[in-house]
């Protein structure tokens, strides 16, 4: 068969996605269906704090506003959709990890700053992805802000957690 005689549909299956089987369910009275076992996201936004972060005289002595932007992928369960809060991700105490760690650290550099922040976002039970974003807003004079976006994968042997201490 010739390459243009391919349908997108006939495409070989070693190129499909892969993804987890779904379980679909839906809540009584509701007709909301909703695929266990895909990933759910929650986002942390414009997270403001307040922290020493720079290497210049006056930034070791002078706290700076920062801006902390925090998503984190974990799968769904069935007890999740049945609203039993153990079995959801409890977004509340990973940011309060976060709040008290930037506001009472001292870092040289935004890198070990997002770093840290994404090793304590990812360290929270059923965590398969995570990304963090912290900004230092007025670090150039004539741009908003400069910011630094890190990752962690689960499975990805580069991007652990561990290798961010």
Same mark, same amino acid.
């Given at each position: 068969? !010739?390459? %243009?005689?391919?349908?997108?549909?006939?495409?070989?299956? @070693?190129?499909?996605?892969?993804?987890?089987?779904?379980?679909?369910?839906?809540?009584?009275?509701?007709?909301?269906?909703?695929?266990?076992? @895909? &990933?759910?996201?929650?986002?942390?936004?414009?997270? @403001?704090?307040?922290?020493?972060?720079?290497?210049?005289?006056?930034?070791?002595?002078?706290?700076?506003?920062?801006?902390?932007?925090?998503?984190?992928?974990?799968?769904?369960?069935s007890g999740v959709v049945e609203d039993r809060v153990e079995d959801? /991700? +409890?977004? &509340?105490?990973?940011?309060?990890?976060?709040?008290?760690?930037?506001?009472?650290?001292?870092? /040289? /550099?935004?890198? @070990?700053?997002?770093?840290?922040?994404?090793?304590?976002? %990812?360290?929270?039970? !059923?965590? !398969?992805?995570?990304?963090?974003?912290?900004?230092?807003?007025?670090?150039?004079?004539?741009?908003? %802000?400069? %910011?630094?976006?890190?990752?962690?994968?689960?499975? +990805?042997?580069?991007?652990?957690?561990?290798?961010?201490?």
């Open positions: 068969m !010739n390459h %243009s005689e391919i349908h997108p549909t006939d495409t070989p299956a @070693r190129h499909q996605p892969v993804f987890p089987p779904a379980v679909h369910t839906q809540r009584p009275g509701r007709g909301v269906a909703v695929a266990l076992g @895909r &990933e759910a996201i929650i986002n942390v936004r414009n997270l @403001r704090l307040r922290t020493f972060v720079g290497f210049n005289p006056e930034e070791r002595h002078k706290k700076q506003d920062v801006i902390v932007n925090i998503e984190v992928g974990y799968l769904l369960s959801a /991700l +409890d977004y &509340e105490p990973m940011t309060k990890k976060v709040i008290e760690h930037v506001e009472n650290g001292r870092f /040289l /550099l935004l890198e @070990r700053l997002a770093a840290e922040v994404l090793q304590i976002c %990812s360290g929270s039970r !059923n965590v !398969n992805r995570a990304r963090v974003s912290v900004e230092k807003p007025h670090a150039l004079r004539f741009a908003d %802000s400069v %910011s630094m976006t890190l990752e962690y994968h689960a499975g +990805d042997a580069h991007h652990g957690p561990e290798e961010l201490r």
